[in-house]
């Protein structure tokens, strides 16, 4: 892939955006996007300082003119160090945007969590854990509007993660929660 440059990802991207309107699609389509800018060699030299501890974050690309639902997707990267108190994310959801990560170094666990009304009491729901997997160096995945996830580093080692928000999520109400009692609380 030496002749894929993250010039030519976004404009990739921003076709994907032009073509269709169906967040589903949109996510599906920059994944296969996502994987070849992955290969990129050298592809963050110089824009992300990757700390042995804590977190760094970067922002690649803003994009002010395509998006979903609204204009202004948004690309960058963050490397996050193994263990201590920034070792993962709690549980959360991108409100009406998707988000694609995928793994530039390293490895990721992500889940997925939803709401569970079991009997006999249907109007007690209960806050679960859907599913399991470690996103490996090169993989992509992606998560829909409302998905609830959560994301920690198991690489020994920081691992860094290349980001696409189909719509910048600062200032876009979302919610945190709680894994062990299942409260939601927005964020935005």
Same mark, same amino acid.
């Given at each position: 892939?030496?002749?894929?440059?993250?010039?030519?990802? @976004?404009?990739?991207?921003r076709?994907?955006?032009?073509?269709t &309107?169906?967040? =589903?699609?949109?996510?599906?389509?920059?994944?296969g996007?996502?994987? =070849?800018? /992955?290969?990129?060699?050298?592809?963050?030299?110089?824009?992300?300082d990757?700390?042995?501890? !804590?977190? #760094?974050?970067?922002? /690649?690309y803003?994009?002010? &003119?395509y998006?979903?639902?609204?204009?202004?997707? +948004?690309l960058?990267?963050?490397?996050?160090?193994?263990? !201590?108190?920034?070792?993962?994310?709690?549980?959360?959801?991108?409100g009406?945007? +998707?988000?694609?990560?995928?793994?530039?170094?390293?490895? @990721?666990?992500?889940?997925?969590?939803? +709401?569970?009304?079991?009997?006999? &009491?249907?109007?007690?729901?209960?806050?679960?854990?859907?599913?399991? +997997?470690?996103?490996?160096q090169?993989?992509v995945?992606?998560? /829909?509007?409302?998905? @609830?996830? #959560?994301?920690k580093?198991?690489f &020994?080692?920081?691992?860094?993660?290349?980001?696409?928000?189909?719509?910048? /999520?600062? !200032?876009? @109400?979302?919610?945190?929660?709680?894994?062990?009692t299942? #409260?939601?609380?927005?964020?935005?």
């Open positions: 892939m030496s002749d894929y440059s993250m010039e030519t990802f @976004i404009e990739d991207v076709k994907v955006f032009a073509e &309107d169906d967040a =589903k699609a949109q996510a599906q389509a920059v994944c996007h996502m994987t =070849k800018l /992955l290969q990129v060699p050298n592809l963050l030299d110089g824009k992300l990757v700390p042995e501890t !804590g977190t #760094a974050t970067a922002s /690649l803003q994009d002010e &003119d998006g979903h639902p609204a204009p202004g997707f +948004w960058m990267c963050n490397a996050q160090a193994k263990g !201590g108190a920034t070792a993962g994310v709690s549980p959360h959801d991108h009406a945007s +998707w988000v694609v990560y995928g793994v530039y170094k390293g490895a @990721i666990q992500q889940s997925t969590w939803r +709401w569970g009304f079991h009997e006999p &009491d249907r109007t007690v729901p209960h806050f679960e854990q859907a599913a399991e +997997w470690v996103q490996n090169g993989e995945a992606f998560f /829909l509007p409302g998905v @609830i996830h #959560a994301q580093n198991v &020994d080692g920081p691992s860094v993660v290349v980001r696409l928000e189909g719509q910048k /999520l600062t !200032g876009v @109400i979302r919610h945190r929660y709680n894994a062990e299942g #409260a939601a609380t927005l964020y935005g």
